[in-house]
């Protein structure tokens, strides 16, 4: 699995000249946690991310009038990215590097195609971990099969009696 296959290619974005409370409605209305900003030209570009944690410890957590905050004031530096190619562990990698739980994900050509948070990244390594504990239960079946087959059976194990209590050095 790579990350063009879990990512969520339906982020939601907001101007940068949009306020702190237009985002956190936007972020309400379409219940995410993370915003994908962008700038006010006529063909915009990708400045950053704010998320509902960034609302809240930089702008609300701060003293002072908030009224006039402005996404761009909350963006911290240009957004980290990840190639949609990418694997988990590749993508986990650059999360633990730069400190951050999402990453915008790009494609071969650098263009914005989705945003990947560290939630998903564990829903990914979870289905990879439960595809191995399948291949390893279908492979327990099989070699009971095989061995029934070709008419050898396993010999009983021996179950030791309980002699006693360990040692501790």
């Not at 101007?15 to 409370?21: S, V």
């Not at 990840?82 to 990698?93: C, D």
């Not at 998903?120 to 009971?144: I, S, Y």
Request: hydrophobic share 45%.
């Amino acid at each position: 699995m790579n990350i063009a296959d879990l990512c969520r290619r339906d982020v939601v974005t907001i101007r940068e000249g949009a306020t702190l409370q237009q985002a956190a409605v936007l972020m309400c209305e379409q219940h995410v946690g993370a915003l994908v900003v962008i700038d006010d030209d006529a063909l915009p570009r990708v400045t950053g991310i704010v998320t509902d944690r960034d609302i809240v410890l930089d702008a609300v957590g701060r003293a002072g009038d908030v009224r006039d905050l402005r996404m761009q004031h909350l963006v911290k530096a240009h957004p980290i990215s990840v190639q949609s190619r990418a694997t988990l562990g590749e993508a986990a990698e650059i999360m633990a590097r730069e400190g951050v739980r999402r990453l915008l994900v790009v494609d071969d050509s650098e263009m914005a195609v989705g945003l990947v948070s560290a939630d998903d990244l564990v829903t990914g390594m979870a289905e990879e971990l439960q595809a191995v504990a399948r291949a390893l239960r279908k492979n327990l079946k099989r070699e009971r099969f095989e061995r029934h087959l070709f008419g050898s059976t396993a010999a009983r194990r021996p179950v030791l009696a309980l002699v006693g209590q360990v040692r501790s050095p």
